[in-house]
């Protein structure tokens, strides 16, 4: 499968954990972006990578968050001291180069349930 | 208000009917629209991208995008039970950002 995964694709955790997650884009797509999806919403954008430059952050992305993509591969998001209202589908996209927009080609998710 | 609106659903139509999915969007900046199929459950699908107004067409899937009205729409001909999903759009300014702006997504049921 080339496609971009995800992992975990679910995870559970009390208020006030840590959690991260890992994303794998498509091999060769420079562009690698994280959204947030809550129940009946569309995904919201959090962060956007360009190989493993951070180059725009969502002012939903409070300091409890950080993502980082140290070789310009892989992503991981972590959030610190998690809060009921972070449950979410924590979604994942990959872009190759090129003018203008290109197409995002989004991962299966990770589902993170904060109790 | 949101940038991007999107009737929620859910809309039912009877196997092989032509559906009508739209949005408007209030940002005049943004030239590239996608349309999206998600699954329960899963990561959304790209099914079409347009650049700009105008017309796609792939097999039974056409967007139309309308930059003077602020108006996009995806049809469906000859819909099936399979297209049963819900149908997000999302667009951006490609210039000062690549992020995508999504709708909250239209919910179809396809009933056999």
């Known amino acids: ?115 | 208000q949101k940038e991007v609106e999107q009737d929620p659903g859910p809309l039912s139509v009877p196997e092989g009917a032509i559906v009508s999915l739209n949005c408007t969007y209030s940002n005049s900046a943004f030239q590239y629209f996608m349309w999206y199929r998600q699954y329960s459950r899963k990561g959304p699908e790209l099914l079409m991208y347009t650049y700009s107004s105008g017309n796609k067409e792939d097999g039974r899937f056409t967007a139309q995008v309308d930059k003077s009205s602020k108006y996009i729409s995806l049809f469906i001909r000859d819909s099936q039970p399979s297209d049963s999903a819900t149908y997000l759009c999302a667009m951006s300014d490609g210039d000062s950002s690549y992020k995508l702006i999504f709708g909250s997504g239209t919910r179809l049921l396809v009933r056999p």
């Not at chain 1, 954008?45 to 360009?50: K, R, V």
């Not at chain 1, 300091?63 to 809060?83: H, M, N, V, Y």
């Open chain 1, 1 to 115: 499968d080339t496609g971009v995964s995800q992992d975990p694709r679910h995870k559970i955790t009390k208020r006030g954990q840590n959690v991260t997650f890992r994303c794998d884009p498509i091999s060769e797509h420079n562009r690698l972006y994280w959204y947030r999806q809550t129940l009946g919403q569309g995904p919201e954008f959090l962060t956007y990578f360009q190989n493993e430059a951070q180059l725009e952050k969502s002012r939903l992305l409070s300091d409890r968050f950080s993502a980082e993509r140290p070789k310009g591969s892989f992503s991981t998001l972590e959030i610190q001291r998690t809060e009921q209202g972070d449950s979410a589908m924590y979604l994942c996209a990959s872009s190759a180069p090129g003018a203008g927009t290109d197409t995002q080609y989004f991962g299966p998710g990770t589902r993170l349930t904060v109790l």
